[in-house]
């Protein structure tokens, strides 16, 4: 085995080591990734032939965490792993993206790049090695790969920025990015923040773009010791016929060139563009136009991508006549379902979202069980792009890793202002529907879930709004030729350079994701994007608040109303009950739900307190069941009156249940002032009545009732008196001392002769030990 190793030292000590050629050398390539005791394998495959009709970069990316890996047995009745869970496809997408501009225009071979968790350490995160496996991985194959690239987590925590921090320091960071570049340039960019200024992002960036520079310095050693670096594998080319190439642009250019100034609506231009190239193939011969329409497809794609960018870049023009900084228009609408908890309709231009809110109980909230991560999650954000919003005649299938994608950016985009738990015990499900699209349609799921969550009456801090930006560069000169694009088109965002999508508040950004596609761009520029977003952002809410500016007051007349109240943690088990039976029973006679949380009581000294919600629609429901809560976790007082229940009779007295599960004595004397012969005759068990508490006994803890106590004593009534022991008559019949005198040790009598006969248990056989289990 030729077993290379490498080692990349991070900022704070920490070393991430790379080894190649041990694991997986059938692979085309692969690579073992570990810091501490985590480790991922990478693999990467080829195939050897290209498919027909393929024109694009066939990439599968696939991100897996094996449950072995920290010791932990998969859920569910297989006890296996199954299908990815969304948390493994956002992984993965996070690898696909800075990987795929990286290889050759005319490389059509599937690949196939699978990563795999093996060993986790429970505070490392492995998603921020995920990038630096798949590049290594591709580094020490024979594929044409355009790396190596690299992705660490920047964080911001107290005021420093952090490379690739544990599950713990990260959680108190307020900006998290995940950032992949290769030496030279930024790829691509995600994450979430709390209100952090342009400048401070960008900050970061930079800070995790020298870290970057390092792990692919490490990388170039690595394809240098294999031989990587030169050996590159031949592989199909495209069939090249300049002729046609040069026919096609002379044919269609000056009339894409026009079609795209004309402003036209989304699905004119492209009947326009069609008919553009319908014009060309009916130049050819029928034969050509049969053997070169591949051909013909792929360079009339690339003179209409030039026409385009080429418009944008001389007169500062767009598809729709807009200028590069304009928002297309918006109109909103709230309420617009009667039966939803809150709803809202954004649409700006050709792109249009249904936005609904739901809240829900804690037992709605939607249960994540990773690898790592095991948490219930508050809110979440779901994002559904069915075929009818382009248009498009084709079934709607399951939730693919692009729904998946853009539905994790907008919860992102909102989670900073979502209220949370003890304040806002709520479950919050945001659902958008895009019911059209022509560009950035996650954005408008941020925009459309914010109003909807403002209708719905959720105390959000602030709102929020998303622009999606584009960037148009000339090949020669990035830096110096170049157009900004506000609030792009789904046409702009293909032929462009750099797409990019910010989202935040008046005084920050939320949520960030970026893409870039072109070498040397400057931070200068990237500045100036960032800008340009930040006034896009605050145009797109001035609009949203015209239609609602605030969350409405209370919530609508249907949505469950919660009650909370503290107890101690001494009673979490009674109002549960054996086996759930009193919280059961109590939801099931109220109609409400009630659930029990322990937590930190905040003392310092470990103490808990149970935290307990009541919801339901029905406030004398709610009101009952909190009565019944407050009495659960009631102390007895002596001296205050009860209403209880006879749950038992004796001959001496009654046991009165004054409290759930608190019962005490009422003996037979303190039923009445006058005597009673019997406590049936006045009690029968389930009979309700008021006793007051008389006293409690210190040590056992036992309650003496009384009801006479509540009624007025008898005129000239006397207490009898009970008579002293001796004076109590003769004792009966048979008493000890007319029993003769007792027995002494030695003195009862002889033995029986012969053995003692064996005891026996009632199945006749003799008694033995007890069995032990």
Not at 68 to 75: E, N, S, T
Request: charged share 30%; glycine share 8%.
């Amino acid at each position: 085995m030729n077993i290379i190793k490498k080692t990349i030292e991070l900022p704070d000590g920490r070393v991430i080591e790379i080894e190649t050629g041990k694991l997986a050398k059938q692979a085309a390539g692969s690579a073992v990734v570990k810091m501490g005791g985590t480790m991922l394998l990478a693999t990467v495959t080829c195939a050897k032939e290209v498919k027909e009709g393929t024109d694009f970069m066939p990439l599968t990316v696939d991100y897996r965490e094996k449950y072995y890996a920290a010791g932990r047995f998969p859920g569910g009745f297989l006890k296996r792993e199954s299908r990815p869970s969304d948390y493994e496809v956002l992984i993965a997408r996070l690898v696909d993206r800075p990987i795929r501009p990286l290889w050759p225009d005319d490389f059509h071979l599937e690949v196939f790049v699978n990563i795999n968790l093996i060993s986790a350490e429970k505070d490392i995160q492995p998603d921020a090695l995920a990038g630096l496996a798949a590049s290594a991985a591709l580094a020490s194959s024979d594929l044409p790969f355009g790396g190596p690239v690299s992705e660490v987590r920047v964080a911001r925590i107290d005021g420093q920025f952090v490379i690739n921090p544990g599950f713990a320091d990260g959680a108190r960071a307020d900006l998290d990015l995940m950032v992949a570049a290769t030496e030279e340039n930024i790829m691509m960019v995600e994450g979430e923040m709390k209100e952090v200024s342009e400048h401070d992002m960008l900050e970061a960036i930079k800070f995790a773009h020298e870290e970057i520079k390092k792990h692919c310095r490490v990388q170039k050693e690595l394809m240098h010791d294999l031989g990587t670096d030169v050996n590159k594998r031949d592989y199909p080319h495209d069939e090249e016929d300049e002729a046609l190439k040069a026919a096609v642009h002379a044919f269609c250019y000056d009339k894409c060139y026009a079609l795209a100034g004309s402003a036209r609506p989304k699905h004119e231009r492209e009947d326009g563009f069609e008919a553009i190239k319908a014009e060309f193939l009916a130049t050819l011969s029928e034969e050509d136009q049969e053997a070169k329409a591949a051909m013909v497809d792929r360079y009339y794609h690339a003179v209409e991508k030039e026409a385009m960018r080429n418009l944008i870049l001389d007169e500062g023009k767009r598809l729709d006549g807009r200028a590069t900084n304009e928002v297309r228009p918006i109109w909103c609408e709230v309420d617009y379902l009667p039966c939803a908890h809150g709803s809202a309709i954004f649409t700006r231009g050709e792109t249009q979202s249904l936005a609904t809110v739901t809240l829900g109980t804690k037992l709605d909230m939607k249960e994540m069980d990773e690898v790592l991560i095991q948490e219930d999650q508050q809110f979440v954000l779901h994002y559904n792009f069915p075929p009818f919003a382009t248009g498009e005649a084709k079934p709607q299938r399951s939730t693919g890793r692009r729904e998946i994608g853009h539905g994790n950016l907008a919860m992102r985009a909102l989670k900073p202002v979502i209220p949370t738990a003890p304040e806002f015990p709520y479950a919050v499900r945001v659902v958008s529907d895009i019911l059209e699209s022509n560009g950035s349609s996650s954005m408008a799921s941020v925009c459309g879930g914010c109003l909807a969550l403002m209708d719905a009456g959720v105390k959000i801090s602030k709102p929020v709004a998303g622009v999606a930006m584009g960037l148009i560069t000339d090949a020669e000169r990035p830096n110096d030729r170049y157009a900004i694009l506000t609030d792009i088109l789904g046409d702009e965002d293909h032929l462009g350079d750099m797409d990019f999508k910010v989202t935040g508040t008046k005084d920050g950004i939320t949520a960030t994701q970026m893409d870039i596609k072109v070498d040397g761009l400057s931070y200068e520029v990237l500045e100036k994007a960032l800008e340009q977003a930040r006034q896009g952002r605050l145009h797109i809410m001035g609009e949203m608040l015209k239609t609602i500016a605030e969350p409405r007051e209370d919530y609508k007349p249907f949505v469950p109303r919660m009650v909370q109240i503290e107890v101690a943690s001494e009673f979490i088990g009674a109002i549960i009950g054996k086996g759930g039976e009193t919280i059961q029973g109590l939801q099931k006679e109220t109609g409400t739900t009630i659930t029990i949380e322990e937590v930190d009581a905040g003392l310092g000294d470990g103490t808990t307190k149970g935290v307990v919600d009541i919801f339901g629609t029905d406030k004398q429901s709610m009101d009952t069941a909190l009565q019944r809560i407050k009495d659960i976790c009631a102390v007895p007082e002596a001296g205050q009156v009860y209403h209880g229940k006879v749950v038992s009779i004796l001959e001496f007295g009654a046991f009165i249940e004054i409290l759930p599960g608190k019962e005490g004595l009422l003996h037979v004397s303190e039923i009445a002032w006058t005597k009673t012969d019997k406590v049936e005759d006045v009690l029968k068990v389930g009979d309700e009545v008021d006793v007051k508490l008389l006293e409690i006994d210190a040590k056992t803890g036992k309650m003496r009732l009384s009801m006479r106590a509540l009624t007025e004593k008898p005129e000239g009534y006397v207490e009898p008196k009970r008579a002293p022991r001796g004076d109590r008559g003769p004792r009966r019949e048979g008493d000890r001392k007319d029993r003769g005198p007792r027995r002494e040790g030695g003195d009862r009598g002889p033995r029986r002769d012969g053995p003692r006969k064996p005891r026996f248990q009632e199945d006749n056989t003799p008694k033995s030990e007890p069995d032990v289990f």
